[in-house]
């Protein structure tokens, strides 16, 4: 074992217990610390992260991981922390404040991590900071989101090039759990990476049964099918409202579950996650918004009851069955009125100009905002109310809003929880004078010291009010006021914790009647939402191909062989079977018959040795209508 490769198993031991690299594992870490660009596209629940973790801290500096999602930031974060190991985001939600002394601490303190949102990248303050950085590597995760092929494009992604042409010597690797060919060739192009290992591990799960079961009644064969297959299930759902429904009515049938979408707040989230997790509770009934950065390796089952928008979805969510390689199911339930609802929902994912338009100027009149006001702002975002305010149609409106995203107008997180932070913004001999001007505050300053020490001068720190006011013995609601207060004197920076969707404007506010938007790019687009609709609805009607195959093609992957396991391997096996069965017995009626003698229906089956059945029957009235053989008036049956 070479230098590399020890060094490589130490900190992978050290810091996340692990004894030696999955497959392609260790190739990839190896090829990233010897300085190579990479692609690498490993399945959900591959490993993607430790791929880039255990290089950059395999020396010395920071690594700028790019990433497109506050959930996913916030998770990867939080467990690189609970290893010992420094790490920070910054995403939208936080103030200017805040940014600045986060990226502060990444030049001059000891920080691994840095996650940044795409967004963030071509901010002044970001770009002039990152230049005093001592950066090691690049990692661009959901690197898919920088193709308009892709299923989440995302076009800030593209301001990424910019940013390693300030490191030209530092070298990036670009992951994702999903991408076709053509999207691979357009990250290596975007991201202009030089002569890249790339490592591609196989679409194929050689533990995952694929099936596709139309029913009319779906939630009725789900409940049929979780009888069948025991053990951890999710089952996913487009609605939130079809959430809640279908888990009080698996309940109701004696079967554990609960479930979870992003309107919920944070504290049921984590507290049924952890549930599910534990084993506590059989199923989990969720929108997408559930399974990222979930790891859990037994789960048997996931049925999902709605159409995903695209395979990749699809991939990724019946992905997270099976991770344990045990074997596991994926039931896509569907009935023809969801294929024609899917393609009627890809015809107006992407609304017409006039409609773009108006939502976009009716959030700014909604946060009363000025032209040129606003840059890289978030609020706190209402859908349902937003939508009533100004008398919008709901689908639309929420496919406006996901388009001018991608337009890279807006930034639209759904439900996130941010802590509350808190950082001391003068010395301890000013917050003294506080604490005697201010007599009010002073317990609450000695306790914020006591609680959190001088890191409260360095750094933003997470802070728990609820906690705060039971060592007060006083509420909550009184703790956030004084903090407040201390905020308002210019004492602290206080930022309290937010559990709501967010919308930020990413570009100054623009004229709405002018807004620049990418007409032919858009126009692509839509076309491609509507060929990714109908490429899953065709993959849930093909009722003969392997599933497996039909997968792996659509990423490219080419294959001629059968998983032996999905629903059509299975029937395919029995129709096989099924057809060797009828020619042996061919053969045998053929071949008595064959001397002449006739004989009556029970006599030959008798004389061959076989069960006299229903497909015994309609075997001999097909022979009979091909003219190889004839039945007498008597009865009796003889070769022509």
């Known amino acids: 074992m070479d230098k590399v490769d020890t060094s490589a198993l130490a900190i992978l031991k050290k810091y996340f217990g692990y004894q030696d690299f999955r497959p392609l594992q260790g190739e990839i870490v190896a090829a990233i610390a010897e300085g190579k660009d990479a692609l690498v596209l490993l399945p959900t629940g591959g490993g993607k992260s430790i791929c880039f973790?255990?290089?950059?801290?395999?020396?010395?500096?920071?690594?700028?991981?790019?990433?497109?999602?506050?959930?996913?930031?916030?998770?990867?974060?939080?467990?690189?922390?609970?290893?010992?190991?420094k790490a920070m985001a910054i995403h939208s939600g936080l103030h200017k404040r805040e940014i600045d002394t986060l990226l502060d601490n990444c030049i001059y303190g000891d920080y691994k991590f840095l996650y940044v949102s795409p967004e963030r990248l071509k901010t002044e303050l970001f770009v002039e900071r990152f230049k005093k950085m001592n950066v090691n590597l690049i990692a661009v995760d959901e690197a898919h989101c920088i193709s308009q092929w892709g299923y989440?494009?995302?076009?800030?992604?593209?301001?990424?090039?910019?940013?390693?042409?300030?490191?030209?010597?530092?070298?990036?690797?670009?992951?994702t759990a999903s991408a076709t060919l053509k999207v691979r060739e357009d990250i290596m192009d975007k991201l202009a990476l030089k002569e890249p290992s790339i490592f591609v591990k196989s679409f194929k799960r050689d533990n995952l049964s694929y099936s596709v079961r139309w029913a009319e009644n779906k939630l009725e064969k789900a409940v049929e099918i979780l009888q069948k297959v025991p053990g951890t299930a999710i089952i996913y759902t487009r609605?939130?409202?079809?959430?809640?429904?279908t888990a009080q009515h698996l309940q109701q049938l004696g079967i554990s579950a609960t479930y979870y979408h992003a309107g919920l707040n944070q504290g049921i989230r984590n507290e049924r996650q952890i549930n599910w997790i534990k084993g506590e509770v059989r199923v989990m009934v969720a929108t997408n918004a559930f399974g990222m950065g979930i790891d859990?390796?037994?789960?048997?089952?996931?049925?999902?009851?709605?159409?995903?928008?695209?395979?990749?979805?699809?991939?990724?969510?019946?992905?997270?069955?099976?991770?344990?390689?045990?074997?596991?199911?994926?039931?896509?339930?569907?009935?023809e009125m969801d294929c024609i609802s899917l393609a009627e929902m890809a015809e107006i994912a992407y609304p017409p100009e006039d409609l773009l338009?108006?939502?976009?100027?009716?959030?700014?009149?909604?946060?009363?905002?000025?032209?040129?006001?606003?840059?890289?702002?978030?609020?706190?975002?209402?859908?349902?109310?937003?939508?009533?305010?100004?008398?919008?149609?709901?689908?639309?409106?929420?496919?406006?809003?996901?388009?001018?995203?991608?337009?890279?107008?807006?930034?639209?997180?759904?439900?996130?929880?941010?802590?509350?932070?808190?950082?001391?913004?003068?010395?301890?001999?000013?917050?003294?004078?506080?604490?005697?001007?201010?007599?009010?505050?002073?317990?609450?300053?000695?306790?914020?010291?006591?609680?959190y020490g001088g890191?409260?001068?360095?750094?933003?720190?997470?802070?728990?009010?609820?906690?705060?006011?039971?060592?007060?013995?006083?509420?909550?609601?009184?703790?956030?006021?004084?903090?407040?207060?201390?905020?308002?004197?210019?004492?602290?920076?206080f930022s309290g914790k937010k559990d709501q969707p967010q919308i930020t404007f990413i570009t100054p506010r623009l004229d709405a009647g002018s807004l620049p938007l990418n007409k032919k790019r858009i126009g692509e687009r839509r076309a491609q939402a509507i060929e990714k609709a109908q490429k899953i609805i065709e993959y849930a009607k093909n009722n003969k191909i392997c599933r497996t195959l039909q997968i792996v093609n659509y990423f490219g992957e080419k294959g001629d062989f059968s998983c032996g396991i999905c629903d059509n391997c299975v029937q395919n096996k029995k129709?096989?079977?099924?057809?060797?069965?009828?020619?042996?017995l061919i053969d045998k009626i053929l071949k008595t018959l064959a001397a002449g003698e006739a004989f009556s229906l029970k006599e030959l089956f008798s004389e061959i040795g076989e069960n006299l059945d229903e497909f015994s029957v309609g075997l001999i009235r097909e022979l009979e209508d091909e003219g190889l053989i004839s039945t007498e008036k008597n009865g009796k049956i003889k070769k022509k």
């Open 296 to 335: 859990k390796a037994n789960v048997r089952l996931v049925i999902h009851l709605d159409l995903p928008e695209n395979l990749e979805n699809y991939y990724q969510e019946a992905g997270r069955a099976g991770r344990d390689g045990i074997k596991a199911f994926a039931v896509l339930l569907v009935r």
């Open 357 to 451: 338009k108006r939502v976009y100027q009716c959030l700014a009149n909604y946060y009363r905002l000025a032209v040129g006001s606003a840059q890289m702002t978030s609020f706190d975002f209402d859908f349902l109310d937003f939508t009533r305010a100004y008398n919008l149609d709901v689908p639309l409106t929420y496919n406006a809003i996901k388009v001018l995203q991608e337009e890279a107008f807006l930034l639209f997180s759904e439900s996130v929880f941010l802590p509350s932070t808190l950082h001391f913004l003068v010395s301890q001999s000013k917050l003294y004078e506080a604490q005697i001007a201010y007599a009010k505050l002073d317990p609450l300053i000695k306790l914020l010291l006591r609680l």
């Open 575 to 584: 129709e096989n079977n099924k057809a060797i069965v009828r020619k042996k």
């Open 53 to 85: 973790q255990v290089p950059a801290l395999m020396q010395e500096g920071l690594c700028l991981v790019i990433s497109p999602l506050i959930a996913l930031m916030k998770d990867q974060v939080d467990q690189l922390k609970s290893r010992g190991i």
């Open 455 to 493: 890191e409260l001068f360095v750094n933003y720190i997470r802070i728990k009010e609820s906690k705060i006011a039971q060592l007060l013995n006083t509420t909550e609601k009184e703790v956030v006021g004084m903090l407040k207060k201390m905020d308002e004197l210019g004492l602290v920076d």
């Open 239 to 245: 609605s939130r409202k079809g959430t809640k429904e």
């Open 152 to 175: 989440d494009f995302r076009p800030s992604y593209l301001e990424i090039v910019d940013i390693r042409a300030l490191v030209p010597k530092v070298p990036m690797v670009a992951l």
